[in-house]
T-cell receptor, first 114, second 110 residues
Framework: DVKVTQSSRYLVKRTGEKVFLECVQD?????MFWYRQDPGLGLRLIYF???????EKGDIPEGYSVSREKKERFSLILESASTNQTSMYLC?????????????FGQGTRLTVV | LAKTTQPISMDSYEGQEVNITCSHN???????ITWYQQFPSQGPRFIIQ???TKVTNEVASLFIPADRKSSTLSLPRVSLSDTAVYYC???????????FGKGTMLLVSP
């Protein structure tokens, strides 16, 4: 069974902390994505990566960075967490060409910044 | 990526057929139409994808008229467990990201 695994389901962090959200996929997919989902705003793309060490900004990259040192792992980093980064974070992976293929999502990490 | 328009919400009862229509007036020749389903507190899940006419799988059917300016996701005989948000996405094979709209919240009642 294909799987995208996010390291935590729930996380509570303090304002100003450095936060790491980890995502691992076992499908040898080239593409990996980080989204955040907020009520009324839907899913918004933060960053994506189409290869090891490659990254591209999505729609809302401010306040975030990413790391992809290995093909199977894509990390989202909040350099200095703020309360407006409280959200559900979703990781996904896919083959290179999305149309004609499907993306697989993890279960999500609900991050609360206090 | 072609912009899509879907109803914000729909209500149905168990056992009924549900049709959710998505408008994509500026769809390009090479664009495919894909639908995802998201349950509360879970990530979206791929349901079905098509280019033209009709596609059917074990979960749903996708109807695409000849002009491809809209598409309809059909869920036969829904159950309570089909309560979810359904997203319509349009893009071509070369596109490497997924852009989600706000989706359609389907509520199935007993």
């Amino acid at each position: 069974d294909v799987k995208v695994t996010q390291s935590s389901r729930y996380l509570v962090k303090r304002t100003g902390e450095k936060v790491f959200l980890e995502c691992v996929q076992d499908m040898d997919h080239e593409n990996m994505f980080w989204y955040r989902q907020d009520p009324g705003l839907g899913l918004r793309l933060i960053y994506f990566s189409y290869d090891v060490k490659m990254k591209e900004k999505g729609d809302i990259p401010e306040g975030y960075s990413v790391s992809r040192e290995k093909k199977e792992r894509f990390s989202l980093i909040l350099e200095s967490a703020s309360t407006n980064q409280t959200s559900m974070y979703l990781c996904a992976s896919s083959p290179p060409h999305l149309m004609g293929a499907e993306a697989f999502f993890g279960q999500g990490t609900r991050l609360t910044v206090v | 990526l072609a912009k899509t328009t879907q109803p914000i919400s729909m209500d149905s009862y168990e056992g009924q057929e549900v049709n959710i229509t998505c408008s994509h007036n500026n769809i390009a020749t090479n664009d495919y139409i894909t639908w995802y389903q998201q349950f509360p507190s879970q990530g979206p899940r791929f349901i079905i994808q098509g280019y033209k006419t009709k596609v059917t799988n074990e979960v749903a059917s996708l109807f695409i008229p000849a002009d491809r300016k809209s598409s309809t996701l059909s869920l036969p005989r829904v159950s309570l467990s089909d309560t979810a948000v359904y997203y319509c996405l349009v893009g071509d094979r070369g596109y490497s990201t997924l852009t989600f709209g706000k989706g359609t919240m389907l509520l199935v009642s007993p």
